[in-house]
């Protein structure tokens, strides 16, 4: 992994990065220089792209940083509070008009020196114009999670003074059918295009189903009382937003504030949401660690579920195993556990 800062922003390049750019539109180039022209010119375009949500971030007062992975990148504004609709649409929008104003600036200089007919200049100049421009359209797309999806979930929000996720999942499902229909009819079948819309169509479909059905709160462990049910209540709904966001920061901060007021139910659900917020991430020993903390303290059937899922990524199944068999002992159905897509296998 590649990491380095672009002013104040810590910018990390995973090798998946370079690999997509390949798989993308490096196809007929060959080994030589045009590949490598190819890759920094993707990598160039796509970062610029992403420093246009950092400036926006920066100027919102958050401590952006960026990370160029498989297929794009992704910037986290790390934010001192969430966003309202207004600023969560500056924000996407900042990255698709970063891009168009940097093909913009190429053309200009292109237009003001002209390299020879057939240079490598000139080549490599037209082909960053034309990935600044493909890349910010494809975002503008009204798709969640690209720019575009987010900029609809914002208006959304911000129209229906409430939540929207349910429903900007259900439009981002529509629209990522009529895309994939409307790109056959005119450039015709790119299994490769096809692949990352449907991913994109399973995902929102996915998000809608399971965003629309209404969530069961986990019953409280006796003796708690209700400020405290309300305080873990707040703290699950703030962590969960942010996680949408992919905003960590700020989803710790919201398991840190309940952490902090004190008592047992608060302090295990604040372990528990930590343990699938580092999930989120990547982090699967850490998320094992605090959600077996968070079992410790209270023997809550999602925690242990949690437990169960991080030991399976990070390769320990017989653990796995072990956390399924608590979780169905501290109230988790059966159903559910044979059913879940990933932990199915092992139950």
């Given at each position: 992994?590649?990491?380095f ?9 995973y ?9 993308l539109?490096g196809?007929?180039?060959?080994f030589?220089w ?7 010119i993707?990598f160039?375009g796509?970062?610029?792209?992403e ?12 401590h ?8 794009g990148?992704?910037t ?13 649409f500056?924000?996407?929008v900042?990255?698709p ?7 913009a600036?190429?053309?200009g ?12 200049a000139?080549?490599?100049?037209e082909?960053?114009i034309?990935?600044s421009v ?24 911000g ?15 529509v ?12 450039y ?6 096809l692949v ?9 479909f996915?998000?809608?189903?399971s965003?629309?059905?209404?969530p ?16 873990v209540?707040?703290a ?6 942010a996680?949408e966001?992919?905003d ?6 919201a ?5 902090g007021?004190?008592?047992?139910f608060?302090?295990?659900t604040a ?5 699938g917020?580092e999930?989120?991430r ?23 579920v ?10 320990a199944?017989?653990?796995a195993?072990?956390w ?5 002992e501290a109230?988790a ?12 296998a092992?139950?």
């Amino acid at each position: 992994m590649l990491h380095f800062k672009v002013g104040p922003f810590p910018v990390s390049v995973y090798p998946w990065f370079f690999i997509s750019a390949v798989l993308l539109g490096g196809r007929g180039l060959g080994f030589g220089w045009g590949m490598l022209a190819w890759i920094f010119i993707v990598f160039v375009g796509v970062l610029g792209h992403e420093l246009g949500h950092a400036l926006v971030g920066r100027a919102l007062g958050g401590h952006p940083e960026i990370r160029l992975e498989a297929f794009g990148g992704v910037t986290f504004p790390q934010l001192p509070k969430r966003p309202t609709p207004a600023r969560q649409f500056l924000l996407s929008v900042g990255g698709p008009l970063a891009g168009l104003l940097l093909a913009a600036i190429a053309s200009g200089v292109l237009r003001l020196f002209p390299p020879a007919a057939g240079s490598p200049a000139g080549w490599g100049m037209e082909v960053f114009i034309r990935v600044s421009v493909l890349w910010a359209e494809f975002n503008l797309l009204p798709i969640l999670p690209l720019d575009g999806g987010q900029m609809m979930l914002a208006v959304l929000e911000g129209v229906r003074k409430r939540p929207s996720v349910t429903l900007a999942s259900w439009l981002s499902f529509v629209a990522t059918i009529a895309v994939a229909a409307l790109y056959v009819t005119f450039y015709g079948l790119d299994p490769l295009m096809l692949v990352f819309l449907g991913l994109f169509a399973l995902q929102n479909f996915q998000r809608a189903r399971s965003a629309g059905r209404a969530p069961v709160a986990a019953a409280a462990p006796p003796g708690e009382t209700a400020t405290e049910r309300a305080d873990v209540a707040a703290a699950t709904a703030e962590t969960r937003s942010a996680l949408e966001r992919r905003d960590f920061e700020g989803a710790l901060a919201a398991a840190a504030r309940l952490e902090g007021a004190g008592g047992p139910f608060r302090q295990a659900t604040a372990l528990r949401l930590r343990a699938g917020i580092e999930l989120s991430r990547g982090d699967n020993e850490s998320a094992a660690i605090f959600a077996g903390q968070s079992f410790s303290i209270w023997q809550n059937a999602d925690a242990a579920v949690v437990a169960a899922r991080a030991n399976l990524r990070a390769g320990a199944e017989d653990r796995a195993r072990n956390w399924l068999r608590r979780a169905v002992e501290a109230g988790a159905p059966h159903s559910a556990v044979r059913n879940d897509p990933e932990l199915g296998a092992i139950a």
